[in-house]
C-alpha cells in the first residue's frame, strides 16, 4: 500500500504485504490501519451534503430510494508493475465499494453501505467481489497475471436461469494474439503487491487503466 489520499488533503502511506485476487469472498478487505484510513477518507470527503447523501448508523449513508452514489469520490487502486513494468491504475467505483443494504427504501430513502472492511490483525489485503464489479477480469494463471477493464455489467438483484451450450471450439490464431497483447497491456503482477490509493472528486473518465 502506497498512499491514500482525499480532496482536501488527507493522505498516509504503507505497504499491505501480501495480496489476493479471490472471487470466492464478497468484501474487500485490507489490514486494520489501512481500512481505517481508508474508511475516514471516505467519510472526511462526505462531510455535509458534498456526497448527495446522509450518515445512516456506522459506515452507512442514506440516498434517495433508486438513486446512485453517483458523488461519492472513487478509489484509485495503484499497483506497482514488476519485472521493469509500469505501474496500473484502477478506478474502484461508489457503486462498487458501497453496496445497497435492502432492496426496499424506507420513508424515500435506502442505505448504501460500505462493501469492504478492516482484515484484523493480518498484513494481508483480499480484493473480493466488491472489486470485481462493474469490470471485466481475466486471469492468466500462466503467467500469474490479471487484466482489468472497466463494463457496464448489468446487475441480478433475482435468481437467473441460464442455459449453457458447450463448444469444442478453440480460439483462433488472431484472437489468442489479440489477447495476450491485451494482456501484457492490462496485466498486473500478482503477488506481493503495492497498492496506492487516491480518494477525489468523481472525474468523468472512459478509462479505468492509466499507466
Not at 26 to 32: E, K, N, R, V
Not at 57 to 66: A, I, S, V
Not at 115 to 138: D, P, Y
Request: hydrophobic letters at 35%.
Amino acid at each position: 500500500m502506497a498512499a491514500v489520499a482525499t480532496d482536501p488533503g488527507l493522505s498516509f502511506q504503507e505497504f499491505t504485504g501480501r495480496t489476493v485476487v479471490d472471487s470466492g469472498t464478497t468484501f474487500t478487505y485490507f489490514p486494520a490501519k489501512v481500512f481505517e484510513t481508508l474508511r475516514q477518507s471516505v467519510i472526511a470527503t462526505c462531510q455535509g451534503s458534498r456526497c448527495g447523501a446522509r450518515p445512516a448508523g456506522k459506515d452507512c449513508w442514506l440516498l434517495p430510494t433508486g438513486s446512485r452514489p453517483a458523488k461519492f469520490a472513487p478509489i484509485i487502486l495503484t499497483f506497482s508493475g514488476g519485472n521493469g513494468e509500469a505501474d496500473i491504475s484502477v478506478s474502484w467505483p461508489a457503486n462498487a465499494y458501497l453496496f445497497r443494504r435492502g432492496m426496499r427504501g424506507v420513508d424515500g430513502f435506502e442505505a448504501w453501505c460500505l462493501a469492504f472492511a478492516s482484515n484484523g490483525f493480518s498484513k494481508e489485503t483480499v480484493l473480493g467481489i466488491s472489486f470485481f464489479m462493474h469490470k471485466h477480469l481475466v486471469f492468466d494463471t500462466a503467467s500469474s497475471k490479471l487484466g482489468v477493464e472497466g463494463a457496464n455489467c448489468p446487475e441480478h438483484h433475482h435468481s437467473t436461469h441460464l442455459t449453457v451450450q458447450a463448444s469444442t471450439s478453440l480460439d483462433s490464431p488472431v484472437e489468442e494474439h489479440q489477447r495476450q497483447d491485451s494482456m501484457r497491456h492490462l496485466g498486473l503482477v500478482l503477488g506481493s503487491l503495492r497498492l496506492s490509493f487516491r480518494c477525489r472528486r468523481v472525474q468523468k473518465s472512459s478509462r479505468f487503466l492509466q499507466p
